[in-house]
């Protein structure tokens, strides 16, 4: 039999290749693997967790940004709870319902991050009260750059309508800032936020709050103007 030429045999080969290629999506549905069953979700996502670890290792300053930001998060829940039965305006209980909604949902993602790679989980709500975790001392507030202190709570807390809108959006001022300061600290951490769900968290939230910030100053100059004119 005369040798085909060259290109030819080429020609051949990449038509043999195409059609495998086209058989191959058939062959596997028939024989993908069933789902796992609902019980082995947690082992597969700390798995999961452990082989995007090898890929980007996470660091101790990624570790206590997710649990400070947890404390951070839950104190600005806290503060948002109350705008229903404090009278606050429409746009103050609009604005509380925007930040309950997004960081619950965040607090969500940190826990899980946590606890997928069997890190201490800490108590959210009990930090969001008084600034600092249950195993530390009271002096710990301080640490988080923006939380508000146990008087400035108090204070929040007895307020009621215009003067509850401009303490809210005050302190709420105050307090995002600190958690841009915290996303600075880590990105300013040598090795650290190389892990993609912390560094794509961290970025969202310097970008969420300073959008917020800029909101906020401007409901609180329009709160200032109304006050004047009254």
């Not at 990105?187 to 560094?199: C, I, L, N, Q, Y």
Request: hydrophobic letters at 40%.
């Amino acid at each position: 039999m005369t040798p085909l030429p060259m290109r030819w045999r080429w020609g051949v080969l990449g038509a043999g290749l195409v059609v495998a290629a086209c058989s191959r999506p058939a062959q596997e549905a028939e024989t993908s693997p069933a789902p796992a069953p609902a019980g082995q979700s947690d082992s597969a996502a700390i798995a999961r967790a452990g082989a995007d670890s090898a890929r980007y290792p996470y660091t101790a300053a990624d570790v206590h940004f997710m649990s400070a930001m947890i404390g951070h998060h839950s104190q600005a829940l806290l503060m948002a709870g109350w705008a229903p039965t404090h009278g606050a305006s429409p746009a103050v209980r609009t604005l509380a319902e925007r930040i309950i909604n997004g960081q619950e949902d965040e607090i969500g993602t940190m826990e899980r991050w946590l606890r997928d790679r069997r890190k201490p989980v800490p108590e959210a709500s009990r930090m969001g009260e008084t600034g600092h975790s249950p195993s530390s001392g009271h002096g710990a507030h301080h640490a988080m750059p923006g939380m508000l202190t146990e008087a400035q709570l108090q204070q929040l807390q007895q307020a009621k309508g215009p003067e509850f809108d401009r303490l809210f959006l005050t302190f709420m001022i105050q307090h995002h800032r600190g958690a841009v300061r915290m996303v600075e600290e880590l990105f300013g951490t040598p090795g650290s936020a190389r892990d993609e769900t912390v560094f794509k968290f961290a970025n969202d939230v310097s970008v969420d709050q300073r959008t917020e910030v800029a909101r906020m100053e401007r409901m609180l100059a329009e709160l200032g103007s109304r006050t004047s004119d009254q």
